[in-house]
């Protein structure tokens, strides 16, 4: 009886948070089948501490990622990022769409995959109009950036929401995190690129004439806000680096970061910081809480101690099958009920897996790679694709559901496999 309550619970939070109907707050439904889970005696409250412990950090620092990414955003910082690629490209239209990837890496590495997919992917969009590329050359670029968003948010704990919670749970510090990834995310990004390139190859325009696009310095909205942003995330960074020989939070630093860029750009009059307030996505804290909740009564009526086996039998052939296996399932589980709820219950899952230490570390490992990339497999694999989403069609490109997954499960099973593949050898090199 128990483990039919939690898992229809389960289930029907899930859905709510998908469909979103009649506009559903995704934080109201995770509360809301919070509530239900305490109700029914499925968790405790003492669940409820265990899980406010788990994500408060995580949670905090994702806000404070996205708000620094608003504030970036409304002062040119991410347009003039992209006006610099196209100066790079020199004309070459294969050259601009591999360098808008690398750009697309590099901020899901610093601003995290929602920043890179959300922002970015509109000024892709945007430049595309002014280059006057035909349908199938814009739609390339499109698909490749929200792609490259996900596929490349391996390598910081704050590059995913999902490699902060899991760096959480595991305790996983901010500098061993990035040891261990930054290699493997090359990889990855090596990876998304060439498929990507396979794919869309016929699409892509031999040549682009940037001269209708304006020079860089003009995207900058207000220069003194810009270079002192510059100062703050140097800081950040060494501050981010600095967590974990100081064993403080990583939203210590990532929270100090975004106070203090709202601090300078209060008097700008381009940057609105009230209504950044109101955008930074607050209502993901309650989410991540009530979410976690309900998925702590799956733990409780025994079901992650299921997956928990399943993983220990994989464990048993070897950490190259252990590895795989791990990322393998956290993608498939991603894809279908979505990266947030699968990788705490993965976590709990490794936590009971019988494996030795090193490969209950790469085991950890390979469950984030698996709930960052798996969400490419369908549009319900994360929320910020649903969003995604719906910020192209609201710009006129319609992506139907049957090209995302088509195009999803090509692009996204040989990625997979080899940044898996990858993480298995270079955990296998540095122990």
């Avoid at 509109?122 to 499109?142: G, R």
């Avoid at 892509?204 to 003194?224: G, Q, R």
């Avoid at 409780?300 to 101690?305: D, E, I």
Wanted: charged share 10%; aromatic share 10%; with cysteine.
């Amino acid at each position: 009886m128990a483990i039919a309550l939690a898992s229809g619970l389960f289930v029907v939070v899930l859905i709510l948070i998908i469909t979103q109907p009649r506009g559903l707050s995704i934080g109201w439904t995770a509360a809301g089948g919070a509530a239900v889970a305490l109700l029914l005696g499925i968790v405790s409250w003492n669940n409820v501490g265990t899980v406010v412990g788990i994500v408060w950090d995580a949670t905090l620092t994702f806000v404070a990622v996205i708000l620094i990414s608003l504030i970036l955003d409304a002062i040119g910082f991410f347009e003039w990022s992209a006006l610099h690629m196209v100066r790079f490209a020199r004309g070459h239209g294969l050259r601009l769409f591999l360098l808008m990837g690398v750009l697309g890496a590099l901020v899901a590495m610093f601003f995290a995959n929602d920043g890179a997919a959300l922002i970015l992917t509109p000024i892709v969009y945007e430049q595309a109009k002014a280059l006057k590329l035909n349908t199938k050359a814009t739609l390339a670029f499109i698909i490749s950036s929200g792609f490259i968003a996900d596929t490349t948010s391996l390598p910081l704990v704050v590059s995913n929401l999902v490699n902060i919670v899991s760096a959480g749970y595991f305790h996983l510090g901010f500098a061993s995190y990035a040891i261990r990834m930054v290699p493997v995310d090359v990889v990855a990004l090596g990876a998304s690129l060439g498929v990507l390139y396979l794919f869309y190859r016929r699409d892509l325009p031999d040549t682009v004439s940037s001269t209708a696009l304006p020079l860089p310095k003009t995207a900058i909205k207000d220069p003194k806000v810009f270079r002192i942003a510059w100062m703050v995330l140097a800081l950040l960074l060494v501050g981010y680096f600095a967590s974990q020989l100081l064993h403080w939070p990583v939203a210590v630093f990532a929270g100090g970061a975004a106070m203090g860029l709202l601090l300078i750009a209060y008097r700008s009059p381009v940057v609105q910081v009230s209504q950044l307030m109101k955008e930074a996505p607050w209502k993901i804290v309650i989410f991540s809480i009530g979410m976690y909740v309900v998925v702590f009564g799956l733990r409780n009526v025994g079901l992650t101690h299921l997956l928990g086996s399943l993983l220990s039998i994989l464990a048993t052939h070897g950490a190259f099958i252990g590895v795989i296996g791990t990322g393998v399932i956290g993608a498939v589980l991603s894809s279908f009920m979505n990266n947030m709820p699968t990788v705490l219950i993965n976590a709990l899952a490794i936590h009971e897996a019988t494996a030795s230490t090193t490969l209950h570390t790469a085991m950890a490992y390979a469950n984030v790679v698996g709930c960052d990339l798996g969400p490419k497999f369908t549009p319900i694999g994360s929320l910020a694709t649903l969003l995604w989403l719906h910020v192209l069609e609201r710009r006129g490109i319609k992506i139907t559901w049957g090209y995302y997954v088509r195009v999803g499960i090509m692009l996204t099973v040989p990625v997979l496999l080899v940044t898996l593949a990858a993480l298995w050898g270079w955990s296998a090199l540095i122990g």
